[in-house]
Structure formats: structure tokens, C-alpha cells
T-cell receptor, first 115, second 111 residues
Framework: EAGVAQSPRYKIIEKRQSVAFWCNPI?????LYWYQQILGQGPKLLIQ????????DSQLPKDRFSAERLKGVDSTLKIQPAKLEDSAVYLC?????????????FGPGTRLLVL | AQSVTQPDIHITVSEGASLELRCNYS??????LFWYVQSPGQGLQLLLK??????LVQGIKGFEAEFKRSQSSFNLRKPSVHWSDAAEYFC?????????FGSGTRLLVRP
């Protein structure tokens, strides 16, 4: 079974530029998550999708971050404009459904450096 | 608010020695608890999870964790560490279908 795929793996941009990350979850998984992991910290949830609907985006900085999952499969996360403090690893995860006790499966992440 | 504390930022053990990584949580109801491992350049991999029942949970790669409600703890253990166990370990609690992670403990293994 293929795992969660993410691209690109690394990205370097200058502040005020825009950037987009892509995630393809495990086939059949209805729930998709985007996490931000700042160096030295644990991952923090940015947004959670159930199929193509948003379940939780309470911690997404909506003035600069946006995410979509148009067909309920793959997803993109965009930052525009980027700030220095957005330097982090962006992790995508998926699970079969939105229920308690579901295991989340993580992709390898996209490491973003904002200069 | 729900939170997870991992008090040790770094731990160094010798190969073959036993390991215990500490995790304390703050959660109002019965917690659903997880341990994940992150190797360099890799995503997080689930080691084990606790939902209910037996408070000693067995996981992959020879890891186990014990849930102690009285101490609000969910410590991860392994009787004999291998060099390949060097990685960062994250404890997490589930809250409203999302995971709240601790800040992680980096494990270094001495040959």
C-alpha cells in the first residue's frame, strides 16, 4: 500500500513570496490533515478535511495560509505572502475516517525555509 | 486546555541499555494517547496507542508504554535499545479527532 505522498520535499523562498505544497493521501482515506512542525516543536494542526469539506481550520492563519481539497483526494496548502516565521516542516497526514482512535498516517513532509 | 509535556529534550543511552521516555498529559476525560517516532527526513510513524483496557500497551519495534491515570503519564519504554532507535519521539493526545503533540524527545544512542 502506497503511503502519503508530498511534494516538493524541500523549498527555499524569500519572504513575501508565495509557495504551495501538495499532498496525496493514502487511497480511500477520507480524512486529510496538514500540520506545521517548527524546529524543536511537535507538529501543530493547521487544517483538517473530511472528504472535500473543512472539519477544523481554527489554527490556520487565514490571512496568509489557504488550503483546498477540491475532489476529496489530494490537497494543496498555500502560503502567500510567506514570513520568516513560516520556516518549518509541513506534514500531511491521512486517516480512513474522522473518528476517535483512528490512526493518522504521515507523509515525509515538505521542509520550507523562508529567507 | 489539553496539552502534552515531554520533559526531556534529549536523552542519550548506550546501545543495549534500557530506555524510558516520559510523557505527561493534561486532559479532562479519558485520554486517547499515542507515541510516534520521527527519523531524520521521515514522516511520523505510529509506535503504539492507548484507548482503554490494559494499561500496558505493546507496540512495534519492541516498544511498550504504560498508562498511569493517577500520574497523568504515558511513558514509553524499551528493554534494550538498538542504534537504529536513534530518532525523535513524540507523545500525543487526541482531542476532537485531532492530535495534540508534545515537543518531542530526541534519543541519541551511544555505540
Amino acid at each position: 500500500e502506497a503511503g502519503v505522498a508530498q511534494s516538493p520535499r524541500y523549498k527555499i523562498i524569500e519572504k513575501r513570496q508565495s509557495v504551495a505544497f501538495w499532498c496525496n493521501p493514502i487511497s480511500g482515506h477520507a480524512t486529510l490533515y496538514w500540520y506545521q512542525q517548527i524546529l524543536g516543536q511537535g507538529p501543530k494542526l493547521l487544517i483538517q478535511f473530511q472528504n472535500n469539506g473543512v472539519v477544523d481550520d481554527s489554527q490556520l492563519p487565514k490571512d496568509r495560509f489557504s488550503a483546498e481539497r477540491l475532489k476529496g483526494v489530494d490537497s494543496t496548502l498555500k502560503i502567500q505572502p510567506a514570513k520568516l516565521e513560516d520556516s518549518a516542516v509541513y506534514l500531511c497526514a491521512s486517516s480512513p475516517r474522522t473518528e476517535t482512535q483512528e490512526t493518522q498516517y504521515f507523509g515525509p513532509g515538505t521542509r520550507l525555509l523562508v529567507l | 486546555a489539553q496539552s502534552v509535556t515531554q520533559p526531556d529534550i534529549h536523552i542519550t543511552v548506550s546501545e543495549g541499555a534500557s530506555l524510558e521516555l516520559r510523557c505527561n498529559y493534561s486532559y479532562g476525560a479519558t485520554p486517547y494517547l499515542f507515541w510516534y517516532v520521527q527519523s531524520p527526513g521521515q514522516g511520523l510513524q505510529l509506535l503504539l496507542k492507548y484507548f482503554s483496557g490494559d494499561t500496558l500497551v505493546q507496540g512495534i519495534k519492541g516498544f511498550e508504554a504504560e498508562f498511569k491515570r493517577s500520574q497523568s503519564s504515558f511513558n514509553l519504554r524499551k528493554p534494550s535499545v538498538h542504534w537504529s532507535d536513534a530518532a525523535e519521539y513524540f507523545c500525543a493526545v487526541e482531542s476532537s479527532y485531532k492530535l495534540i503533540f508534545g515537543s518531542g524527545t530526541r534519543l541519541l544512542v551511544r555505540p
